[in-house]
């Protein structure tokens, strides 16, 4: 077997490891963070389920943390105190970005995690089964249940050779994304291996494994070694290391092969990460912002080099350069060894350790701006100006850059300086809450509050407008941006409900309003990025019925399924363009099409034709979709679980 079927087999609930074929495994840890969990946690409430089943789970509170009013602190106090009361830890405020921290903390080689954010496959670094999903998901994995998912094609990318100086572990995910695009993923496990895996520490595995998400990979892993032992004891949790890899004859659906040694540093261009070139290609163009952080980019090595870069030097005079590492325990780290105040010296802004601009919370660039990140994600408009554009660089980049002024290949410089993992981390765990130190908890519900949309058990008639007609890779942040204004109501779906699309066409919420609801008509790959489960709640609200793709990312379409909405892909490609806005679509029969097969026939009522789409679902998700979504089936007995 390959290191992705030992994990899966050794937590298979049920189905045949067949990609392809609907499976349900076992899951050991969950973790939430703060944007997805308040709904996450409302939808685990109203299961009823006293304390959560699971090894480990974690409630962390990173992406919005900016408290401009009281909303954002009634989450944290929400989700502080539901998390307490039902057995689950909470990293506080302060002490970084969930995938940073899991990683650091808590991730255990060989175990599952499902968490409510994308970037949850960070942990295949340390030889987990890490995966994103929508909140829905989460909450059942906490209540006990198995994450149901298709049984993925495995990938395997090996790795000879080793980095060249001033290359980076971002270099290599994102010649990864150069090759196999935006949705390359899609379905399918990376499963990285050869000989170039001892090569690269555990935080530089978990860049590429965080990224594999940008792909629309269902996940990304590395076997666990002696370099995830070492990591391990360095953090002073050797008892949970066990080695873990593939059979020496294991089998993949592909394999890429790519040499480290043959890597130039890239950079993933405006608005796409797989918009892949060598930074020597794109020149010397002018920048003006530098944002060094994120989960995929700010770890105790990935800092250490940015300060070695910046040490006695100035930020040229027209780039402002934020530096936001990923966990307190890096920030203590920088602080006591001195690399602090290199990073201040040189005229750096260090934000706290949480997601900010990443997500859009702060640090909006100027109009027409040009931001190097060594974020993982520059949609359109995501940095909360649309007119910027936004490159996805290494440390190393970003850090000579915001010296120079200018885009710069950090092999044209200085060779950095040889910087070691740690023998030992600082290790200081007093901002993690554990439930069994709180008794008689008391879930604290502020006015924002607001329960999420009803459910109702899906009609047999669906009719409605188009209410709009969208391209290929349309992403979540299209479908409900979150910027440091929206981001506060993660948890009030009524307000978030007249931004949705708003990136693609500001009005359409109040068409949809207006109509009552409808049907949204989109190209290829439709959800791409975030797992907000927003993305459908929000439509839920709106009265959207289905959205006709030509197809869709998997936690959207998984997302949508959870709670009702049709997700169709067009069986003939052709008649995407056949559609126009205003155009009146009716499905007849929706309950028995559904029932019987996997093909639902649309009926084009303006301008008179039929067409068929595909819908291919498990007889689990027939009974979830016909329940009108996860929580009315469980309600309904549906299940059976
Ligand atoms: C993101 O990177 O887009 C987020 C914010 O972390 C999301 C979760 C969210 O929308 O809250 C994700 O990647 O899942
Ligand atoms: Fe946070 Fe950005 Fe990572 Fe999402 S991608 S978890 S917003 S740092």
Redesign the pocket.
Known sequence: MNLAEKLISSHLVSGKMKAGEEIAIKIDQTLT?D?TGTMAYLQFESMGIDKVKTYKSVAYI??NTLQTGFENADDHAYIQSVALKHGISVSKPGNG???QVHLERFGIPGMTLLGS???TPTCGGLGMLAIGAGGLDVAVAMGGGPLHLTMPKVVKVELTGALRKNVSAKDVILEVLRRLTVKGGVGKIIEYGGEGVKTLSVPERATIA?MG?ELGATTSVFPSDSVTKAFLKAQGREDVYRPLKADGRAKYAEIVEIDLSALTPLAACPHSPDAVKKVSEIGRIAVDQVCI????N?SYLDMMKVAAILKGKTVNPGVSLTISPGSRQVLSMLASNGALADIVNAGARVLEC???P??GMGQSPKNNAVSLRT???NFYARSGTATAGVYLVSPETAAYSAINGYLTDPTECEPLPEIRMPQKFAVNDNLILRPEDFSDVQVVRGPNIKPFPEHHALADTLSGETLIVLEDHITTDHIMPSNSKLLPYRSNIPYLSDYCLNPSDPTFAARAKEKGGGFIVAGANYGQG?SREHAALVPLYLGIKAVIAQSFARIHRDNLINNGILPLEFSDAADYSKIEQGDVLVIENARAQIAKGSTVTVKNETKGYRFKTTLKLSPRLKNIILAGGVLAAIASGALGE
């Open positions: 963070q944007s990173d992406h970005i969930c995938h954010d994308s970037h965080n998400a952080g994120s989960c995929t700010s949480a997601c900010g990443c997500i974020f993982n994600r975030s």
